[in-house]
């Protein structure tokens, strides 16, 4: 076998068929393949005698089949096999449907491994469908067995052996990216060991160093990464812009900046001042006014005599943005124009000529702004709002062309201190750490199940008042299978207007759409032509309903804190004392604590703090926005320590060794990660 890019298709015991099904998944090379980390995993090691087996709960039995499989055939397309198995303790009576197949497999006198979930008393126990292997197979009993994450043509069986192969096929070639002076400082295991034994643990703890072992490098990789980035990016010079008088600015805000956002704004200006191109991450909890220090560093920069861009994730921000900002910035001489994708081609040619020619001053749009062949006479300036959707990718692209304007990248994602060091680590980072005086905080509860007719009610309470709701339903997976979005959030926003809400509009919304689809309903929502938005997370991204006052958030312990708090900042954002109301009926201590501090505070960086202690940190990568490439911390977990060691660790081999001549499977590795993240853009 080659190298870690080879097609799966190539893979001994791989066909056609099963590669196609393996494309489904996203798996189309050899590394894609045996970095498909198990989800979670089952602890099938010890068998249990039928008499210890509890009604309900999944567990390993042995036992010997006592007579001959029967077949039954109960109506079309419904076959039962019952076999009756037997220990020295009891009697297991098993039923499986439609797998006729085992009636000939299973063999009377032998003695077979059952996994599956007991049912019945304590005189009879039956178990329904379970995983059936014979006594010393140990493929999917008898060992702490992998679950992954499945789509529909690709079993759990097809993947494991898929998985098998592709690392029997490469073992000898794993390149290791540690060093080894690193590897053993930190006590980490081996690249075959690591791989082998997170797909296939030998024990828990040997599962638990493949997963110590695997999370350090991609932290390790990633601060490297970040850390050239930044440092190629400081050799660069750029001509320092000039002094610029701020108070006609200032003078013609209805309002008066408040000390974090002046603050913010004089870091970035003193940037822009300095001859090497900034790159700055603002960070500001919703509502904390992001937008004004935007629109002072485009002020600054288009009185320096260049252009300025502003970027966001989607199009009905982008019009939000211009239909703020336009007004205010024409008035002070500064030329407006919008861009997005739905901008009829005849107008996005003149608006192409217009920045060509530098006509235009400062213009608004998605990310078509700087990639379909859009020209800028004198680029000086490029925001990018709500930075999580953009990301790494993003910067690496702009780097990859060459050009090098001031870049500033608005989050509204709070982030502890030491994840940001990863996730920003080619980044001057200043905080928004206050909000406009006056805000009303969001009134946030936590329910059980059994409060829905009531939180139905105050919805429809609000809405004879005018108001709006945002209601998140979850996405829920049926067999580890990958949660169906469009299922969930379709069907139950049918529920909602036929049986619930029969007398006002109801609307979804959810990540399968296309995007103009998307636009449309956000824009149909925002204009209070519909009264509750049903959807899952898509709605967290910053599109402003001031009228929106009440968000409810169903099976709330399946979020994160920062992704709840994301969640809230939705409402609250008008005049209307605004609600959050989180629904749970998890009794687990934990996620009680957690909604708990929800309803407590509203400050985004508390809760982000809170939110790592309780979690770990796999829960912010594992929003998989932040654009990193190939981060899968989520799906093998890591600790604030092992962040911390590292990010050391990265830094002094790039001290030592900035080239990094030492470990070349490092750079190797380093530049088809961060060529892929750019090349996703072009
Ligand atoms: P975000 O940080 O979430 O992007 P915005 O920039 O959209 O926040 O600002 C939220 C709201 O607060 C806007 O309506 C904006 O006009 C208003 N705002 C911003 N700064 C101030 C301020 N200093 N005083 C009063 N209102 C402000
Ligand atoms: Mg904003």
Known sequence: MADLNTDVRHIKGIGEQ???????????TL??????????????????????????????????IASEPKMSHIRKGMDLVKVRAVDDTGVLDVTFFNQTWLKNSLRQGETYIFYGKAEGNLLRRTMASPIVEPEGRREFT???????????????????????????????????????????????????????????????????????????????????????????????????????????????????????????VEEALADMRSGVPMNRLCQGDVGSGKTMVAAACVYFCVKNGRQAALMAPTEILAKQHYAGLAPLLEGLGIRCDLLTGSTPAKTKRSIAEQLAAGEIDFAIGTHALITEGIAYRDLGLVVTDEQHRFGVAQRAALAAKGEHPHTLVMSATPIPRTLALILYGDLEVSVIDQLPPG???????????????????FIRKLAAEGRQAYIVCPMVSENDELPDERKAVTEYAKKL??????????????????AREKDAVMTAFAAHETDILVSTTVIEVGVDVPNAAVMVIENAERFGLSQLHQLRGRVGRGKHQSYCILISDNQNEETKQRLKVMAKTTDGFKIAEEDLRLRGPGDFFGQR?????????????????????????AEDLLARDPELTSCPAAAERLRELFTQAADTLN
Not at 142 to 165: D, H, K
């Open 18 to 28: 099963r590669a196609k099904a393996l494309g489904k998944l996203g798996i189309t």
């Open 31 to 64: 590394r894609d393949l045996i970095s498909w980390f198990p989800r979670r995993y089952d602890d099938r090691t010890q068998a249990k005698k039928i008499s210890e087996l509890v009604p309900g709960e999944a567990a390993c039995v042995a036992a010997m």
């Open 142 to 264: 008898g060992r702490i067995v992998p679950i992954y994450p499945l789509t529909a043509g690709v079993s759990q069986l097809i993947l494991s052996r898929s998985i098998r192969q592709g690392l029997d096929d490469c073992a000898a070639i794993l390149p290791d990216v540690l060093p080894d002076s690193v590897r053993q400082a930190h006590h980490l295991c081996r690249i075959e060991y690591a791989y082998e034994n997170i797909h296939f643990p030998e024990s828990a703890k040997a599962l638990d160093l493949a997963r110590r072992r695997l999370a350090f490098e991609e932290l390790f990789l990633f601060t490297i990464g970040l850390k050239r980035l930044r440092s190629r990016r400081e050799t660069v010079h750029v001509p320092p812009c000039h002094d610029v008088d701020m108070e006609s600015f200032y003078g013609a805000l209805p309002f008066t900046l408040t000390d974090a956002q002046r603050r913010c």
């Open 439 to 457: 805000r009303q905080p969001v009134e946030t509860y936590a329910v059980p199940g059994s409060y829905h007719q009531r939180v139905y009610n």
């Open 497 to 514: 207007q036929n049986e619930v809400f029969p007398d006002l509009k109801v609307a979804f919304v959810h990540g399968k759409m296309k």
């Open 625 to 649: 926005q932040h654009g990193l490439p190939g981060l899968k911390l989520a799906d093998i977990g890591c600790d604030a320590q092992l962040l911390k060691e590292a990010q050391q660790a």
